[in-house]
């Protein structure tokens, strides 16, 4: 069965540091693979999602994410932290439903505070 | 592009009440989805409707929660009766289609506080 794990609730770091959100996954066929962000009193918004086109995947507002089968890992990454970013990263993968598309699963989530 | 609307935002009820949420998803979205959020944890999936017939409702408690979709657009989540543990935010998500590679747009949720 599909599910994915994030590794570690809670992550800060310094205003222009690297952000590296962490996740792994776990699937017994080719995963499509996704971020979400959910900032305060928002609902959740895709910033990427992998679908075996490339390994490296560009989303929105400077983030990606590369797919490593070998790890089996879709770590989220971005060069340079802004205040903006503080928000809830989720992880998720989708679990197929035979003929009828897939669903969407969610790990627990890990928080990014940005120092300034 | 209007987005998926909630309704209400917030919901405060004692247990064993009863209670109800409504989601309008994104026009000619035929996919809808309801989450549960509990604090602390990633969003779970309680029920997936393609247009007005369920597709998957196996995390739904079915002895409490109950959902309805009419004509294929529109969606209620009820809870009946409530309990402690339904404290959570509800979400309301669709989709163009369902399919298994697809975006989803997700509504701001209702939170929803049992006493």
């Known amino acids: 069965a599909q599910s994915v794990t994030q590794l570690g609730s809670h992550v800060s770091v310094s205003e222009g540091a690297l952000v590296l959100l962490r996740c792994n996954y776990s699937?017994?066929?080719?995963?499509?693979l996704f971020w979400y962000v959910q900032y305060p009193n928002q609902g959740l918004q895709l910033l990427l999602k992998?679908?075996?086109?490339?390994?490296l995947v560009k989303g929105i507002n400077g983030f990606e994410a590369e797919f490593k089968k070998s790890e089996t890992s879709f770590h989220l990454t971005k060069p340079s932290a802004h205040m903006s970013d503080a928000a809830e990263y989720f992880c998720?993968?989708?679990?197929?439903?035979?003929?009828?598309?897939?669903?969407?699963?969610f790990g627990q989530g890990t928080e990014l505070s940005v120092k300034p | 592009e209007a987005g998926v609307a909630q309704s209400p935002r917030y919901k405060i009820i004692e247990k064993r009440q009863s209670v109800a949420f409504w989601c309008n998803p994104i026009?000619?979205?035929?996919?809808l989805y309801w989450y549960q959020q509990i604090l602390g944890q990633g969003p779970k999936l309680l029920i997936q409707?393609?247009?007005?017939?369920?597709?998957?409702d196996s995390q739904l408690p079915k002895d409490r929660f109950s959902a309805e979709r009419l004509k294929g657009v529109d969606s209620t989540l009820k809870i009946q009766p409530a309990k402690l543990e339904d404290s959570a935010v509800y979400l309301c998500?669709?989709?163009?289609?369902?399919?298994?590679?697809?975006?989803?747009?997700f509504g701001s949720g209702t939170q929803l506080s049992v006493l």
């Open positions: 998720a993968v989708t679990r197929a439903l035979g003929n009828q598309g897939g669903k969407l699963i």
């Open positions: 409707f393609q247009n007005n017939g369920v597709v998957d």
């Open positions: 699937s017994s066929v080719p995963p499509y």
């Open positions: 026009s000619g979205h035929a996919t």
């Open positions: 992998y679908t075996s086109a490339a390994t």
């Open positions: 998500a669709s989709s163009l289609g369902g399919a298994t590679n697809e975006k989803l747009f």
